[in-house]
């Protein structure tokens, strides 16, 4: 606490501002003026804000940490046509109010089929059956004791990410037309360890993940990939898994779509051929112009979105302004963003900063001066296997417009003269 004569300093420095702001600007000739645009003493100055004259709330006033109030507005938000219910629906990421690489915990986008299962860990098990030496059951406190316990980040998208702007511009904000990615660090252990425990058969070549959830959710998966890189994880950012993101228990499948990373995961099943369950034949499937469909998709390929200017998040000022966005890429780690304000005919390369992670998200920037004129935004990844990528009428050559998944092409904000945003194409 300050003590009673440091608080009259305080007190008496204030003043002396407030004084001076109304004595006019020029005291101060190397800080910010006191006075506001319009001639008027700023209050945010002058005036003894109630933070600073009143004690604040005790230490675990919140004993679970929220942020603050005045951050209301950073939330998951749906599109209420989008899905009949909100049980089988998808709220989105509010891309454009973060920055880093890390989506925080609480604001990572959620597509469940059945809603939410609240799972009580001290009832869960995860099985392992079918060609196998031996079928194994194992409680969380048997997972946690393995040995080879692993700490990634890596981004998981879902497939139908985009997919509602293959047929032209629909969502206004960067939130609904990419916020069904996000980006944290899972701890867990390789799902290989349970496989090598359990003695995969030779003939064992694919594995069906389940999930407890009353949608009992399968995904079948090469074992080559179950045994490369897969995880069974019980924490995200540190913490144990939210329940909207599979607690206790959920699989990552690095790069590949979201679908296959069953939450809540109860059951691996290992096979000889795959499933063919609804979530890889009838959902999840591209159909192509022809009439065929694309089998089994599930590497996403490198995509990137300006999230600022964007939308939800117009341009204020003219000058100095920070331009700024995020790409990935289930192929690999994102090696360079081109950053394009008319339209594609010229690109600058951003700048990136943080982390550049293989199959985990990365960020760029580029700082630039806004003069007012109209842009037109676009981004374009490229990835260390040296993929890059598409615009959306290259995808659309290839793949038509019946499908609603893998949409990874090049987004186009149109950046008026007053600064707002709007979602557009360009041919
Ligand atoms: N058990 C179960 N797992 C599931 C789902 C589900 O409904 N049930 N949805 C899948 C889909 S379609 C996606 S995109 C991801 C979404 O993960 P998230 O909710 O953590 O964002 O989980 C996948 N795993
Ligand atoms: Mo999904």
Same mark, same amino acid.
């Given at each position: ?91 989105? =990421? ?92 899972? =701890? ?40 490369? @890189? ?138 630039? @001066? ?41 987004? =186009? ?15």
């Amino acid at each position: 606490m300050m003590s009673e004569k440091k608080a009259h300093d305080a007190l008496d420095r204030r003043s002396f501002l407030r004084a001076s702001g109304l004595a006019g600007a020029g005291l101060f000739a190397t800080s910010a003026p006191v006075l506001s645009q319009q001639g008027k003493p700023d209050p945010a100055i002058t005036d003894v804000q109630d933070w600073a004259r009143n004690l604040g709330p005790g230490v675990v006033s919140s004993p679970y940490g929220k942020p603050s109030e005045f951050e209301k507005h950073v939330i998951r938000r749906d599109v209420e046509w989008l899905t009949a219910g909100k049980e089988s629906s998808v709220s989105f =990421t509010p891309l454009h109010e973060l920055d880093g690489v890390i989506t925080p915990n609480g604001l990572c986008f959620e597509r469940h089929h059945s809603g939410i299962a609240h799972v009580d860990p001290a009832k869960h098990r995860l099985m392992l059956n079918g060609l196998l030496d031996r079928q194994m059951v194992f409680t969380m406190d048997d997972l946690k004791r393995f040995p080879g316990r692993q700490n990634r980040a890596y981004f998981l998208e879902c497939a139908a990410n985009s997919g509602m702007e293959w047929r032209g511009a629909q969502l206004n904000g960067c939130q609904f037309t990419h916020g069904m990615v996000h980006n944290v660090w899972y =701890t867990g252990i390789p799902l290989k360890t349970l496989l090598d425990e359990a003695g995969v058969k030779t003939n064992g070549k694919w594995i069906l993940a389940e999930g407890a959830d009353s949608s009992g959710m399968t995904r079948s998966i090469p074992l080559d990939k179950a045994m490369k @890189d897969c995880m069974v994880a019980w924490a995200m950012n540190g913490e144990a898994l939210r329940p909207e993101q599979g607690y206790p228990l959920r699989l990552v499948v690095p790069g590949w779509e979201g679908n296959m990373w069953v939450k809540w995961l109860r059951r691996i099943e290992v096979g000889d051929q795959p499933w063919h369950a609804r979530e890889e034949t009838s959902k999840y499937t591209d159909l192509l112009a022809d009439g065929r469909s694309r089998r089994f998709t599930w590497i996403m390929d490198a995509k990137s979105v300006i999230t600022n200017p964007s939308p939800q998040a117009p341009l204020k000022h003219k000058g100095p302004n920070v331009l700024t966005g995020i790409a990935w890429s289930g192929r690999g780690s994102i090696t360079r963003v081109d950053v394009s304000i008319d339209g594609g005919k010229n690109w600058r390369t951003a700048r990136m900063d943080g982390p550049s992670m293989p199959l985990s998200m990365a960020r760029f920037y580029v700082d630039f @001066d806004w003069n007012g004129q109209e842009l037109l935004l676009q981004s374009r990844a490229m990835d260390s296997s040296g993929y890059v990528q598409p615009t959306k009428n290259d995808l659309r050559q290839v793949r038509g417009t019946n499908s609603i998944y893998h949409n990874n092409g090049i987004q =186009t904000w149109l950046v008026r003269a007053n600064g707002e945003a709007e979602n557009v194409e360009v041919s």
